[in-house]
């Protein structure tokens, strides 16, 4: 029988995921530990990788009879992921970690340790499945069948190293499917809420982490309106997000909203909502997973954030090896480090950063 190492993060979908797998596989599971509680503000019964959840993994683990190990990643994970989430913020971005996370440490990582223990395979809870194309010889990663939660997004950064070696039981089933199985077999996390915040800021407040935790300085300056004309000061640019509205302490007419940030003249500039609209943005360093590359224009949906509304879309190969996404119509608040995400139909074609 063939051995899958299991990513259990504490929560209802990786414990289901160890279940529904040991139909076919040895199963063990492994909980990351990915930072220290120092780390971080506060924890939250809401978040992934709290204190908690490695207990309830252990109980679950328990509840099967399967082995449970605990793995200490948090050096890789403060690396790869902290720093580079207050280092895109230093810039004036908007990072998305969970996709650094699943990039950088979780899915590498966990596929390393699984191949130095012998294992076939890992596996995680994650909303998508994966697929052989015979045609093109890849490896395909699809949207979850449950649209509600699909989470193919935020793992778009798959190789095809890690897709062949990837199990996701739970790319077919629905949310409801999941806690049906979980109450059936009396797992202690059948009823646990889903994780919602980024697992190192529990409390939601960026601000408070960057400058308390990761030593970012957050100077007051000006907030600009879209000539330049000064309307007030703010209480540090990285506190601010493109389309953000609430807080912006302006008064005006009509709702104004965080359009763009100067993090060298530490400014923010403001607008209404037709100065938040694109119809065109630039990605860095795009990952491919349905093809091999472009090297033609080629026709796509895009998502650019998570959960984000598609938009038809035209890609055009760039000669630095980045793409330029044209829109057939306009999208709001597209945010420079967020992750634009390429699909046809339900396949992921690829993704990467939004970079201007």
């Known amino acids: 029988m063939k051995k899958a190492f299991v990513g259990m993060s504490g929560g209802v979908d990786s414990s289901v ?28 019964a809401k978040t992934c990788c709290a204190i908690t959840d490695v207990e309830d993994a252990r109980r679950v683990c328990n509840r099967l009879g399967i082995d ?43 596929l390393r340790r699984a191949e130095q223990l012998g294992f076939d395979y890992i596996a995680t809870g994650h909303y998508a499945r994966i697929r052989w194309d015979a045609a093109t010889g890849r490896y395909q990663l699809l949207r979850g069948k449950d649209r509600s939660k699909d989470q193919s997004y935020v793992l778009y950064a798959m190789t095809q190293g890690e897709l062949a070696k990837t199990l996701l039981p739970l790319g077919d089933k629905t949310k409801e499917d999941i806690r049906a199985i979980a109450l059936a077999h009396d797992l202690v996390t059948a009823d646990k809420p889903d994780s919602q915040d980024i697992c190192f800021v529990p409390d939601g407040d960026y601000g408070a982490f960057l400058t308390e935790k990761m030593g970012l300085v957050a100077p007051p300056g000006d907030i600009l309106d879209q000539s330049g ?64 590359a472009i090297a033609e224009p080629i026709q796509v949906t895009v998502m650019a954030r998570y959960r984000d509304r598609e938009t038809e879309a035209t890609l055009y190969p760039l000669e630095s090896g980045g793409v330029e996404v044209r829109m057939k119509e306009p999208k709001r608040a597209v945010s420079p480090g967020q992750a634009a995400v390429f699909y046809q139909g339900d396949i992921v074609v690829g993704g990467g950063v939004i970079d201007c």
Not at 84 to 110: H, M
């Open 229 to 292: 004309k000064v309307l007030g000061r703010h209480t540090g640019a990285i506190r601010y997000t493109i389309g953000q509205r609430r807080g912006l302490g302006v008064a005006a007419p009509a709702p104004l909203y965080v359009t763009g940030k100067d993090m060298i003249r530490n400014t923010v500039t403001v607008g209404d909502q037709a100065a938040l609209l694109r119809d065109r943005f630039t990605v860095r360093a795009p990952n491919w997973i349905a093809i091999e």
């Open 68 to 110: 449970h190990h605990v793995l200490n990643y948090t050096e890789q994970f403060r690396r790869e992921v902290m720093d580079r989430f207050a280092a895109s913020y230093a810039k004036g971005e908007t990072p998305n970690p969970c996709i650094d996370c699943n990039q950088f440490v979780k899915f590498p990582e966990l």
């Open 17 to 44: 995921a160890a279940l529904l797998l040991m139909e076919q596989y040895q199963v063990i599971g492994t909980t990351m530990k990915l930072f220290h509680s120092a780390d971080i503000c506060h924890e939250s």
